[in-house]
């Protein structure tokens, strides 16, 4: 009942934000399709590997999510990042134009090179190997996961230049990591992250002009959204089958038991509202020795920048090894449980530092000579609350490093100019 009505509630603000506000990519877009909508789901009970106990900590839990999500909602409800308007064009520097190229091939080569150390071959995707979150290359890691960095750079380099060669190029940077390794997750968030980007550019197309347009091109968007999800899904129950080797599907492995015609959700409901029963069986069940310095949940910055793990013998695999599982199929216990591991009831301490994180880059995507280099660190940061019921994606050990290299290489390789008319 409480999961119910909180979700309920989150819904009405988002509807009253994303349709009444008409700001899409507010934060509670992110939170709601991310956080609640796969908790509703899960309290669906769609699956008979669901633990169905009543869990205090869990319920105080999800109630401060709720009342921090509410607050924050109602306080930047109004506050929007800035939108290219019409008399702004982007102009790409000489810099930009310098390391365009280099910087696609130098993605291809590191990624290859990533794939070749560690599995041995450039393609272990399409051999049989599963390496897509079983290596990272120290370093190279920090270009390789970088995929948003590069979509950015390409969309923003033929926004200034309308030459089609950058497309090809955000083709084959979404292409290299499916191919070759199987790669599903990363490229996804660079995906959402590249449409939250493109949506600051939107109303700029002519086809906005007229509205049946408006409304046509929106129904092409959803349906190749839904075909691209549905194949995600498919691709899904293909690799665990070992490609095609067993007679596996997520539907028997994730004990799915809702609605027949939506049996095809179940690679979905096994890796993002299951987690939640990993979460509830984990606070449940741990027995664990809060350390209060945020050791796990803050890993970009202990084990990313400082190496303390190297240094002090810590184990930065801890959290993971700590974890219990509802199965192999359902492995993760959300965002949340890096956060609760750390700080126990104060849990929400990493999610508040987010949430003022992601308020100085909206501050930030206001006008000035970096506005455009802050709208594109935004759209990067703020997808990562979609996915805060996966893992956590807000704090991963190369946000910092790939954060930084998105700021620079933006603020260096492009300029938005503003035009006065004289009427």
Same mark, same amino acid.
């Given at each position: ?11 009405i ?15 509670? /877009? &992110? =939170?709601w399709w991310?956080?609640? *909508?796969?908790?509703? +789901?899960y %309290?669906?009970?769609?699956s008979?590997? $669901? ?14 999510i ?25 102009e ?8 365009a /190229? &280099? =910087?696609n091939?130098?993605?291809? *080569?590191?990624?290859? +090179?990533? %794939? ?5 071959? $450039?393609?272990?995707?399409?051999n ?9 290359a120290?370093?190279?890691?920090y ?8 979509l950015s ?10 030459k089609?060669s ?17 790669a599903?997750m ?31 091109k ?6 190749l ?10 691709f899904t129950n293909?690799r665990?089958?070992?490609y ?12 799915w ?7 095809w959700l ?12 990993n ?17 796990y949940?803050?890993n ?52 508040i ?8 880059f909206?501050?930030?995507?206001k ?27 807000l704090?991963?050990?190369i ?14 390789s ?10």
């Amino acid at each position: 009942m409480v999961i119910n009505i909180s979700c309920l509630f989150i819904f009405i603000i988002w509807m009253y934000i994303f349709f009444l506000k008409k700001n899409y990519i507010h934060v509670i /877009t &992110f =939170l709601w399709w991310g956080i609640f *909508f796969p908790l509703f +789901l899960y %309290n669906l009970n769609w699956s008979t590997l $669901i633990d169905t106990r009543n869990c205090q900590m869990f319920n105080y839990m999800v109630i401060m999510i709720v009342l921090i999500t509410i607050i924050y909602s109602f306080l930047s409800a109004n506050i929007k990042p800035q939108k290219i308007e019409e008399n702004q064009s982007i102009e790409m520097t000489n810099f930009g134009l310098s390391i365009a /190229t &280099f =910087l696609n091939l130098l993605f291809i *080569f590191l990624y290859l +090179l990533e %794939n070749y150390m560690g599995s041995g071959t $450039i393609i272990p995707g399409m051999n049989g190997i599963d390496m897509h979150n079983k290596y990272s290359a120290s370093v190279i890691s920090y270009i390789t996961n970088a995929s948003y960095l590069f979509l950015s750079f390409d969309f923003l380099a033929y926004r200034a230049t309308r030459k089609k060669s950058y497309l090809v190029w955000m083709l084959v940077i979404i292409a290299i990591p499916i191919i070759t390794r199987s790669a599903r997750m990363n490229i996804v968030m660079a995906i959402v992250q590249l449409l939250c980007l493109y949506t600051l550019f939107a109303k700029k197309n002519l086809l906005y002009k007229r509205k049946d347009h408006k409304l046509f091109k929106n129904i092409i968007i959803s349906i190749l959204c839904m075909c691209l999800a549905v194949g995600l899904m498919d691709f899904t129950n293909y690799r665990m089958s070992h490609y095609g080797m067993y007679d596996i599907n997520y539907s028997d492995t994730t004990g799915w038991n809702g609605p027949t015609f939506l049996k095809w959700l179940a690679p979905y409901y096994g890796y993002f509202p299951l987690s939640f029963n990993n979460l509830k069986i984990n606070v449940a069940n741990g027995v664990i020795n809060h350390n209060y310095l945020g050791l796990y949940s803050f890993n970009s910055l202990y084990f990313g920048i400082f190496h303390i793990d190297r240094l002090f013998g810590i184990d930065s695999n801890a959290v993971i090894s700590n974890n219990l599982i509802t199965n192999g199929a359902a492995n993760v216990p959300t965002g949340f449980w890096d956060f609760y591991y750390d700080y126990g009831v104060l849990f929400f301490i990493p999610f508040i530092c987010a949430l003022l994180i992601l308020f100085f880059f909206l501050v930030n995507t206001k006008k000035g000579k970096n506005s455009l280099a802050f709208r594109a660190l935004y759209c990067w940061y703020v997808t990562y609350f979609f996915f805060m019921s996966f893992q956590n994606t807000l704090y991963m050990s190369i946000s910092i490093i790939d954060g930084l290299l998105i700021f620079l290489i933006i603020k260096y390789s492009f300029n938005l100019n503003t035009y006065k008319f004289n009427h």
